[in-house]
Each structure stands twice: as C-alpha cells, then as structure tokens.
C-alpha cells in the first residue's frame, strides 16, 4: 500500500484561486496535510483563512485549482463529477454548518436519504432505529423538517452522516 | 418513507406539492392548452369528415374500384370488365371490408355533351340504380323541382340547376346526351326532365347528370357493364384499413392491369389538399400556442432551478449525480405537464361534448351554399372524438413537457456544488 493509500485523507500543495472582478482571491495556498484513518483533526483559523474551503476540496465540492487532493486513496483532482458525486455518497460524511436539510422531506426520510442512495435494500432495521431515536427526543418521525430543525437542529444535522456505511472521513464545517 | 426506486419521483412530486403556486400557474397554462387542443382537434376532425363525407356520397365513394385508365380518361372503354367487377363483388363480401360497408353502388359515367335547341354544355353522365344511389348519395337530398329517379323511369334524367339554366330548360323538357359508345361510335340519347337538384357546388350543378343505369347501358352498348363501383364505408377512417384489404384481394385484377382500387384521397386529390391544408393550419396554430405555453414551462422551471441552487447543490453534496439531479428537474417537468395535460385533455373533451355535441354553428361566417374542392361545407360543424388523438396529444403534451424541462435541467447538472451550499435566498 502506498502512502495515498495509507491515508484516509491527503493533500499535496493544494491551492484553490477563485477568479473575481478584478483580482484573484487565494482561498487555499499550498496546503500538505495528511490525516491517518480514525484521526481526529481540528483545523482553527480566523474567518476567511480557507478553512471551509479546504474541507470542500477534501469532500469533492469543489475542485483545486492546482495540487493534490486523495481521500482513501483516491485521486480527486482527476475524478468525473459522477465518481465525485459515488464518493461524497459512499465515503465522506458531512457535517454541515447550517441544517441543510431537503425541505420536501420529514425529518426521518432526511436522515434515510444517503442510505436510499446507496441502495440499501432492507431499510427495517434503521427505521426502527430512527422511531426509537425519535421517541427519544420526544417528537414524530413523520415531522417535517422544519419543525424537526427547529426544535433538535444539532440531532439532525449529525443523524445523516452517521446513517451511511461508515465514512472514512467525516467533515464538520462550524 | 421513501424507497430508492421512486425517490426520484416522489421528491419530484413533493416539490411540485411544496411549490404549489408555481406548479399551479404552470399547470394552468398546460390545462387551458390541452383543452384547446382537444377542442380544435375535435372540431377540425369532425369538419373533415363532413367534407369526407359529403365528397364520398358526391362523387365515387369513400373508396372507388375502376377500370386503371378510367379515372383520367372517363371513356367508356376503360369500364371494368365483367370477370373484374365479379372478382370485386367477391373482395366486397370478404371479413375486414363487409363490416365497414354501408352502401356499393354500380355507377356506368362518362364525359359527354348536353344539348338542347338553346345550346350545348359538356356533361358529367352517371348512370345509376335509381334506389341503390338514393341510398348513396345525398344528391337526391338537394332536390329543388321535380323528383328523383325511381326503378320504372327509362328516359328520364336527373340534372343540376345551373344545367337547367344553361340550357333553358324547364322540369318535363326534353333534350339530347351525346357520348362514345362502347364500339367508339358517337351515339346520342334523347332524355326528359324529371327532377332538377342544387347542391351548393357550381361545378357540380353545372355538369352532373343521372340517368337510369339501363338505359345508359343500353344507349351506349356496355350492358351490364360498369366504369366504377362506388364503397361508402362507415367512418373515413376505415378507408386505410379497408382498401389494404381490398387490394390484397383483388392483387391479381390489379397487377394485370383489369382494375384500381382507388381511396377518395386519390379520387378527389383537391378535397385530399383541402383536408391536409386545414389540419396543417390547425398545427401551426397548435405549434404557436404550445410554443409560448413551452416557453412559459421553460420560464417557470428555470426560475425555480434558479431559487432552489442550494438544495441541488445539497443533494449533489449528499451523493446525487449532476445526471440524477438533471433528471429530478425534468421528472417535475414531466409530471406536471403530464398531469395537468391529462385534466386539459378532459376538460377540453368535456366542454366540447357538454356544449358543442350538437355541433358549432357557423352559420354566421358562411352560407350554405358556400363550396371547394367539389364540395359543399355544411356551416354546422359536429365534433369528432377519438383515442387516437387524446393519445397524440398526450404524448405531444408530454414531448413539451420534457422538451422544456431540458435547459433547466442541463443548468441544474453544472450547478457548482459548493457555490450552491453557500447560496441563500
């Protein structure tokens, strides 16, 4: 195994530049870091020091503008925006930092949704998972979001990264 | 809960539920279009077949077998033979034609010349069974003087009134028919007469006359024989179906040159114009209509593509693909147009029937008299419903309804992922 394979995430120089107006504005500049699996890893810095950015390019949402990214082993500056797309599904968990969550959508189905995306046949198992995790914060699972995001916005906001497969890398933007 | 399979649509389906004003002001647009297509459809449809009709029962029928040559020469030498109008007798009896039949008539017609001590006029002569062409023929419904032929009648004729007038003659007046005989000869008949007709089409009352068929076959030497057999079916559109038989049928008359199987599109090719002329108006009319409705669609879809960036870029963050999210906006698309067109097609097959079942009174634009392609329009149009046209005009609905979910659509799959997340609106 070599040393991109080694890690759940990489980054080799990684630079992002967003073209504006007038100048370009260096949103990431030549970042290296490597994260071991079931590494936990803060990164602090003061507003507008890249730091939600490099997590987007860690998760796949965005693209750099130079350098390299690797997450499992994978190479996603040269990924389709499809295989982007399977392995923001299958491998990365997002923690958003507002609730995101799809408003046609109750609360339960919005936890469900990356499990139906992934094709997880028998989902029994996890609803009853989530009526009891419902019990439990004494509301209804049939809830819209809205009241749902009201009321237990945190719950919710953790409750669909955790129902994937576990992901090799979780990313929590605050 | 949802299930993989359907999340697509039923995320479509809650979103058109979430959005309602919006779906609701598209939808009313597909609804008042759908309708209008069904009615114009049903309007359109129902005047060509009183067109069809009417030239049908003028002229040779829904369906006309002939002698190959006869139709551009109308000389009594290119009359079918006798083995040929067996053999089409026989075709006439056979399983997917004796069902659509409602009349067959034996017509002997050819060119000739009307005289009298006043002048002379080139005539169209048909000679008829009096009761077998009663039946057939709504001429004997336009009498204006006189009579129509009956069985017994031997010199008796059967003439337009703009012959009457040209020729000065009066209802008892005798005159002369001159024609080819059978043998090439020039023969003339002596006539009376019995009934005078006004059918609305100059040309018409100008030139047709009908005369017993046996004395026309006597007078020209033919016998028995006929130029045209003359099918009325039940409804045009059994035309297609019926003359595919017949021709199977009578393969080996009409390869070896003894007959024609000819359909009123070929027998009257100005009213086959007519008719493609109007219904290519009509899709014109359709294809602007549905034009501006399309791009309202476009319009709407956009707009919410454009006010719901940051939900497709979340979906997109959560795992779907630029190709599913592109497939979510035209699933809306879809359903929307698919449902409200489906209320527009009832609502337009409802009002049209609940009010204009009677038929649409255009009186008010045009006289009864008002005529073309050989043909006289009745002003009173009765609508024509079919399932084949719902079904086209569902599935044209529907190509609208995905053709303008596809711009919207391709703008979801570049929408920039991280861009979205930060959107706010």
Redesign the interface.
């Known amino acids: 195994m070599n040393e991109h394979n080694a890690a759940a995430v990489r980054t080799e120089e990684v630079w992002k530049i967003f073209e504006q107006e007038a100048e370009e504005v260096q949103a990431v500049r030549g970042v290296s870091l490597t994260i071991e699996p079931g590494e936990f890893t803060a990164m602090a810095g003061p507003s507008g020091s890249g730091k939600t950015?490099l997590l987007?390019l860690i998760?796949g949402?965005?693209r750099s503008t130079r350098g390299g990214v690797w997450v499992a082993g994978q190479d996603l500056t040269t990924m389709s925006?499809?295989n982007l797309?399977?392995m923001?599904?299958?491998q990365i968990g997002?923690i958003?930092q507002a609730y995101?969550l799809?408003?046609?959508?109750t609360a339960?189905?919005n936890a469900?949704?990356?499990l139906?995306?992934?094709?997880?046949d028998n989902?029994k198992a996890w609803?009853t998972g989530v009526r009891a995790s419902c019990r439990a914060v004494n509301s209804s699972e049939s809830r819209s979001f809205a009241r749902w995001s009201a009321s237990r916005p945190w719950y919710w906001r953790m409750s669909?990264p955790q129902t994937s497969t576990p992901p090799l890398a979780m990313l929590f933007s605050k | 809960?949802?299930?993989?399979e359907t999340?697509i649509v039923r995320?479509a389906l809650?979103?058109l539920?979430?959005y309602a004003r919006r779906s609701a002001l598209t939808a009313a647009a597909m609804i008042v279009g759908g309708a209008l297509m069904i009615f114009s459809l049903s309007i359109g449809d129902g005047g060509h077949e009183d067109w069809i009709k009417s030239g049908a029962r003028m002229g040779s029928g829904h369906i006309s077998i002939q002698g190959p040559g006869f139709k551009t020469t109308r000389k009594i030498e290119d009359r079918l033979s006798s083995a040929a109008r067996a053999a089409a007798e026989t075709a006439l009896q056979q399983a997917g034609v004796v069902e659509h039949i409602v009349a067959v008539v034996p017509q002997l017609a050819i060119g000739g010349l009307a005289s009298s001590t006043t002048g002379a006029r080139p005539a169209q002569i048909i000679g008829v069974d009096p009761i077998a062409e009663a039946e057939f023929s709504m001429l004997d419904d336009k009498l204006v003087e006189g009579r129509y032929l009956e069985p017994d009648d031997r010199l008796a004729a059967y003439i337009g009134a703009g012959m009457l007038e040209a020729l000065d003659l009066r209802l008892g007046s005798r005159f002369v028919l001159t024609a080819q005989d059978a043998d090439g000869e020039i023969s003339g008949q002596l006539v009376r007469v019995v009934g005078v007709f006004r059918s609305g089409v100059p040309e018409i009352d100008q030139a047709l006359i009908h005369m017993p068929f046996a004395t026309a076959g006597s007078w020209l030497g033919s016998g028995e024989d006929v130029t045209t057999i003359a099918v009325l079916v039940d409804r045009s559109r059994a035309v297609p179906p019926v003359t595919r038989v017949l021709r199977r049928e009578l393969f080996d008359e009409i390869e070896t040159g003894q007959m024609d199987v000819l359909t009123w599109r070929e027998a009257s090719p100005e009213l086959d114009a007519a008719v493609r002329i109007d219904d290519l108006g009509n899709y014109v009319w359709q294809g602007i209509m549905f034009g501006i409705i399309a791009l309202g669609i476009v319009n709407t879809v956009l707009m919410s593509v454009m006010y719901r960036k940051?939900?497709f870029g979340?979906?997109?963050?959560?795992?779907?693909?630029?190709?599913?999210t592109g497939s979510l906006v035209i699933t809306e698309g879809v359903v929307l147009t698919a449902i409200s067109g489906l209320f527009g097609i009832a609502l337009g097959l409802f009002l049209t029937w609940f009010f204009f079942r009677e038929g649409l009174d255009f009186s008010f634009t045009w006289d009864e008299d008002w005529s073309f392609g050989g043909i006289a329009v009745d002003p009173i149009i009765i609508p024509m419903f079919s399932a084949r046209r719902v079904l086209q005009s569902l599935v044209f609905i529907l190509a609208i309804g995905t053709l303008a979910s596809l711009y919207p659509a391709y703008r979801a799959t570049r929408i920039?992922?991280?861009?979205a997340?930060k959107f706010e609106r």
Request: aromatic content about 6%.
């Open positions: 950015t987007n998760g949402l965005t925006n499809r797309a399977r923001r599904l299958d997002f958003f995101n799809l408003p046609v959508l339960a189905e469900e949704f990356p139906l995306l992934q094709g997880v989902l609803r669909r | 809960m949802l299930s993989r999340s995320l809650r979103n539920r979430r940051r939900e979340l979906l997109q963050a959560l795992g779907f693909t630029p190709r599913q920039d992922v991280a861009e997340m």
